[in-house]
């Protein structure tokens, strides 16, 4: 059975251009997560998703950044303008649903680079 | 707050077992999850712990006292493929917060 699977692996962009990640979660998962993940700290949850729906969306920076799971299945996490702080890996994660207790299952991540 | 509380380097050597502890505050928590994330790759999934006591799959073995908001990740017979980061996670209600991680690196 294939992971999560994200596109692209990397992206490097200038800074005040637009951005966008792409994640296809384990087939079945209900849930999704993005994580960001700067280096050398653990994974801080932006945006979890109950199918299509956003529940949690507190820790997105909503001025310059956005989420969708059309259909509750893949997603697209977008940032738009970028800035030079947005540097980071972007991490999607699924899991079957947001029981505690159920495991997430992370992608490979998209490491961003913003010059 | 939630805050997740893990050394931040080790360094062990080959064959030898090492502890990587874990504490984080109790309001709300659920269980404790342990990841394994090699450098530039997807953190994987190790242990759930949800109950007190010591969960043993081979080589790792994973400790949780839900009064004392304190895990532990025992690796034993290390071997070098064991250097990678270790990410403590806490299960709050229906969220994840992570530790920043424990770089462990395995000598010869």
């Known amino acids: 059975e294939a992971g999560v699977v994200q596109s692209p692996r990397y992206k490097i962009i200038e800074k005040k251009q637009p951005v966008a990640f792409w994640c296809n979660p384990i087939?079945?998962?209900?849930?999704l997560y993005w994580y960001l993940q700067n280096l050398g700290q653990g994974p801080e949850l932006l945006i979890r998703y109950e199918n299509e729906e956003a529940v949690d969306d507190s820790q997105l920076p909503k001025d310059r950044f956005s989420a969708e799971r059309l259909k509750g299945v893949d997603s697209t996490l977008k940032i738009q303008p970028a800035e030079l702080g947005d540097s980071a890996v972007y991490l999607c994660a699924s899991s079957l649903r947001s029981r505690p207790g159920d495991t997430q299952y992370f992608g490979p991540g998209t490491r961003l680079t913003v010059l | 707050g939630q805050n997740i509380d893990q050394p931040t380097e080790m360094t062990a050597t080959e064959g030898a077992i090492v502890q990587i502890n874990c504490t984080y505050q109790t309001s709300g928590f659920n269980g404790l999850f342990w990841y394994q994330q090699h450098a530039g790759e997807a953190p994987t999934f190790l242990s759930y712990?949800?109950?007190?006591g010591l969960e043993e799959k081979g080589r790792f073995s994973s400790f949780l006292s839900r009064s004392k908001g304190y895990s532990y990740l025992l690796l034993k017979e290390l071997q070098m493929k064991d250097s990678a980061s270790y990410l403590c996670?806490?299960?709050?209600?229906?969220?994840?917060?992570f530790g920043a991680g424990t770089r462990l690196t395995v000598k010869p």
């Open positions: 087939s079945g998962h209900n849930t």
């Open positions: 712990n949800v109950l007190d």
């Open positions: 996670g806490a299960s709050f209600n229906n969220d994840m917060r």
